[in-house]
């Protein structure tokens, strides 16, 4: 069952959801027997297949305009008491076996979203990168622009 606790536990800046994506990878506390094993990544299905409908327990909606990168159609999503079949777990590092046992090859929790987000944090840092360096021509155009031109004459 996958309940996101209200407002607090939304998921935002899912890309394509808003209007396209059928399906997202979810990020979601993974708790067995009661035992909290940490976030692990689902494929979680949100619209129906063939109608695009939005499926029961799951509310979507649009980010909304986004500086510089609107092109790209951001939604966030909450969800309330979804269930999703238990294949759908990425177990790369931790999964369920037959007898509902949890398994993972990580020793803690700590450790795994560190080893799955960091190709998204690489690609978060990426676009900051590309930022600083277009804000930064940009002040030395205007510095330059500014030390030549004169606005008004001066009164000497």
Same mark, same amino acid.
């Not at 799951?58 to 008491?81: A, E, V």
């Given at each position: 069952?996958?309940?996101?606790?209200?407002?607090?536990?939304?998921?935002?800046?899912?890309?394509?959801?808003?209007?396209?994506?059928?399906?997202?990878?979810?990020?979601?506390?993974?708790?067995?027997?009661?035992?909290? &094993?940490?976030?692990? =990544?689902?494929?979680?299905?949100?619209?129906?297949?063939?109608? &695009?409908?939005?499926?029961?327990?799951?509310?979507?909606? !649009?980010?909304? =305009?986004?500086?510089?990168?609107?092109?790209? !159609?951001?939604? $966030?999503?909450?969800?309330?008491?979804?269930?999703?079949? +238990?294949?759908?777990?990425?177990?790369?590092?931790?999964?369920? !076996?037959?007898?509902?046992? $949890?398994?993972?090859? +990580?020793?803690?929790?700590?450790?795994?979203?560190?080893?799955?987000?960091?190709?998204?944090?690489?690609?978060?840092?990426?676009?900051?990168?590309?930022?600083?360096?277009?804000?930064?021509?940009?002040?030395?155009?205007?510095?330059?622009?500014?030390?030549?031109?004169?606005?008004?004459?001066?009164?000497?």
């Amino acid at each position: 069952m996958i309940n996101t606790n209200g407002e607090e536990g939304m998921k935002f800046w899912i890309g394509n959801l808003a209007q396209g994506a059928n399906k997202t990878i979810l990020w979601a506390q993974l708790i067995v027997d009661g035992v909290n &094993h940490g976030p692990h =990544p689902f494929l979680m299905q949100v619209r129906d297949l063939k109608t &695009h409908e939005v499926l029961k327990g799951i509310t979507i909606g !649009d980010c909304g =305009p986004k500086n510089g990168l609107n092109i790209i !159609d951001n939604g $966030y999503m909450m969800i309330k008491d979804a269930r999703i079949p +238990v294949d759908t777990l990425l177990g790369k590092l931790g999964s369920i !076996d037959e007898n509902g046992k $949890y398994r993972s090859v +990580v020793k803690r929790n700590s450790q795994r979203f560190g080893l799955h987000m960091s190709p998204l944090s690489f690609g978060r840092a990426g676009l900051v990168t590309a930022s600083l360096t277009q804000a930064s021509a940009a002040i030395a155009i205007g510095l330059r622009f500014s030390c030549h031109r004169r606005q008004f004459k001066t009164t000497n």
